[in-house]
Structure formats: structure tokens, C-alpha cells
């Protein structure tokens, strides 16, 4: 057995590792992540230093909408500090941030295509994250630079920004292709 870069090894003299896994991580999102901490430290500070007596409405919304803006800013860039794919023989899984959410299965048989793009930005699909726009399909974005790109056979796109997505991208189209008859995969 031989080591690959990215994924397991592979057996049977395979070309392709059983499993391929990449990833790509955005540092700068643990730099926004901050700001939501800021905002539910304000939300902390104002339900404890002030004073209650002057309007409980007001303060009460205040410190419920700093905490909320917090947890949204938080959650949502720790959600996409980086993002990680699995393409095993049967389907591709993209996984993203600390616990895996948001999460997509794609079952190979569902894709007719796959193309390397070697420049995936942010600011062509709208911003970081799981994104979604009419005339491009569905993408994962989490930093500027090299990702994959999904051609599904009801006519949609799915995009992922990963390092090393050339090699994704030939083990992808391996599976796609019967094997010739008579030969040992």
C-alpha cells in the first residue's frame, strides 16, 4: 500500500485511494468570530452593570438583541472556518466547521461531471458559506482559491473550495466511468 497526500491509502493497486478526504480552512473567520463575542459580551455588560429601574422594556430588548447578533455572528463564521470533503466509492460528503454543519451527501450516481476550477471567490457567489444563486447552483465557500465543481445530472452545480481539488476531481471522474470489463478496480 502507498500513502496519498490527501486520503487513505489505497489497495489493490488502485490509481486512488479508497477514501479521498480534503479540506480548506479561511483563518480570518476566527478574526469575525470575534465581533460575536463582542456583541454578547455588550449584551452581558448591559444586563449587568445597568441600571433596571429606567425602563425594563428598552434594556431588555438591548441586551437580548446584542446576545442574539452575537450568537448569529459567532455560530455562523465558526460554521465555515473550513470545510471538509470525503469522497468514498459511493458518494461525496462536504462537512462544515467544528461539528459537521451544515452537512451534504451527494450519492455519485446523481453526478454527471466533475471540473477543477482553479479560481473559486467569494465575492463571485455572494460572500463565505453555503451559498445559493439561481444562475450558478450551490456552493461551499470558504476561502478564495483552487475548489471542485459538481455537474448533477438534473442540471445543477454544487461548487466547494478545497486544497488539492485536482486530484479530487480525477478520483471523482475514476468513479464515474465503468470500469472496463475484465479489469480489477
Keep these: 500500500m502507498r ?3 490527501h486520503g487513505q491509502s489505497g489497495t489493490h493497486g488502485s490509481a486512488h485511494p479508497e477514501v479521498w478526504t480534503g479540506r480548506a480552512t479561511n483563518r480570518a473567520q476566527w478574526l469575525l468570530s ?3 463575542c463582542a456583541f454578547m459580551a455588550l449584551g452581558i455588560e448591559l444586563a449587568v452593570d445597568s441600571a433596571w429601574t429606567s425602563g425594563t422594556a428598552p434594556l431588555a430588548m438591548s ?4 446576545i442574539a447578533a452575537g450568537l448569529l ?3 455562523g463564521t465558526l460554521a465555515f472556518v473550513h470545510v471538509a470533503v470525503k469522497v468514498d466509492k459511493d458518494c461525496l460528503e462536504v462537512r462544515c466547521g467544528h461539528i459537521g ?3 451534504r451527501r451527494i450519492p455519485l450516481s446523481e453526478v454527471a461531471g ?3 476550477a482553479p479560481q473559486v ?3 463571485h457567489w455572494g460572500g463565505w458559506g453555503y451559498r445559493w444563486r439561481p444562475q450558478k447552483g450551490t456552493a461551499v465557500v470558504v476561502r478564495r482559491g483552487e475548489g471542485l465543481v459538481l455537474r448533477l445530472w438534473d442540471g445543477h452545480t454544487f461548487t466547494i473550495t478545497v486544497d488539492d481539488a485536482e486530484s479530487a476531481v480525477r478520483v471523482i471522474r475514476d468513479r464515474l466511468r465503468p470500469a472496463p470489463s475484465g479489469a480489477a478496480r
Excluded at 441586551?63 to 446584542?66: A, W
Design 3 to 5: 500513502d496519498h497526500p
Design 34 to 36: 470575534l465581533g460575536g
Design 63 to 66: 441586551v437580548v438583541g446584542c
Design 73 to 75: 455572528v459567532l455560530f
Design 101 to 103: 454543519l451544515p452537512r
Design 114 to 116: 466533475a471540473d477543477f
Design 121 to 123: 471567490t467569494p465575492r
